[in-house]
């Protein structure tokens, strides 16, 4: 019998051949076919196991966007709605992703592909916790922080000796910001260890506090290799750190969740590389889809980039990606929005403007063209 319960995935697609043939071999290479008929493919396993492609909006014809090993002056684009049953993935994270942007992308049929938005069962949202702290503890974390929570970066990011990295943080602590994090370059290096910067920090952090009476958090990046990552959170925790920054990316979401089981802090979580395959319209995934996999994974803070930023997100795009991390997932908290890349006094009003309540959804998917 069918599993009734299915991810369901909109896809952005274009190819020379008819929307709706393209989209079902996507979605027989997604699950229980392959780019031939195989003796073992019985009407069994498609009728339990094939994804189904169950709408195909044609957008008409365009340039092809990406290059393949043909080189057609026109391809057909497309909106594709694909329903993988939730008995092939079951509730791993790491096979989810595999599922809805895997190999896919590499079909040569496919001129475009992007994962546009995700639809989940209840039963796979319930099987991840979710942010351990989310926006209400970290705002406990932060002395009851209220309204909006100040953050910034130390920068230089690499090069900074211990004197320079701690008159930088005694200045920023006791200006009484909310939260100060490690550049997502800054590691664990032979010239300043991460745990001698861990115990100059939280003492600037605790001197500051006796002056300010303000808690400020900490994110230190304990991005680095995987048998090391507890042992780089419990330095953090046993030095009274309030919070880990991770580059979710580089690191995975497997990597993410597993921090998630034993991290006593918040976990900051940093998307340095996620442009490589958010960037371009016609390819990987939308912020809006990669984060939900992010906040099921256990992630408390996400970065959105910034409005007027030197980034490439225009800013509804930006103002899009506040509002998906504050939509409900199941009974996760919701991670708190991280703005950055340059932020400024200058910023705080055009980005109320932008992030307060609007008409537009977030669940609408525009195509590229």
Known sequence: MRDQRVVRCTYYLESEIDPEQA???????????????????????RERHAAQVVDV?????????????TRPEEVRAALAVVEFPMENIGTDLATLQTTIAGNLFELGELFACRVQ????????????????????????????AEGVMIGTIIKPNVGLAEDEFRLL?????????????????????????????????????????????????????????LAGLRRRH???????????MLNVPVMGLPALAWLRE???????????????????PALGMSYRVWQQLARLAGADHLHVSG?????????????????????????????????????????????FAATSPHPFSTRRCPAPG
């Open 169 to 225: 943080v005694r200045e920023l602590a006791r200006s009484s910001v909310d939260l100060i994090k490690d550049d997502e370059l800054m590691t664990d290096p032979a010239y300043f260890p991460l745990e001698r910067r861990i115990a100059v920090a939280t003492e600037e952090i605790r001197e500051a506090e006796q002056i300010t009476g303000h808690p400020v958090m900490y994110a230190f990046n304990i991005t680095g290799d």
């Open 117 to 144: 938005d995700i639809e989940l069962p209840d039963e796979f949202v319930a099987a991840h916790p979710g942010p351990a702290f989310g926006v209400p503890g970290t705002r406990r974390l932060m002395g009851d």
């Open 57 to 69: 909006r044609d957008l008409g014809v365009r340039s092809p966007s990406l290059p393949s090993r």
């Open 234 to 244: 419990d330095m953090v925790v046993a030095a009274g750190g309030r919070c880990v």
């Open 262 to 280: 034993f991290s006593e802090v918040p976990v900051h979580g940093h998307r340095a590389g996620l442009a490589g395959s958010m960037r371009s």
């Open 307 to 351: 409005l007027g930023s030197k980034f490439y997100e225009t800013d509804l795009e930006v103002a899009a990606n506040v509002h998906s991390l504050l939509e409900p997932l199941g009974k996760t908290l919701s991670p708190v929005p991280t703005l950055s890349s340059g932020q400024n006094v200058t910023t705080p009003a055009p980005t």
């Open 23 to 45: 989209a079902a071999i996507m979605a027989g290479e997604q699950s229980s076919g392959t780019f031939i008929a195989v003796p073992g493919e019985s009407p069994r396993i």
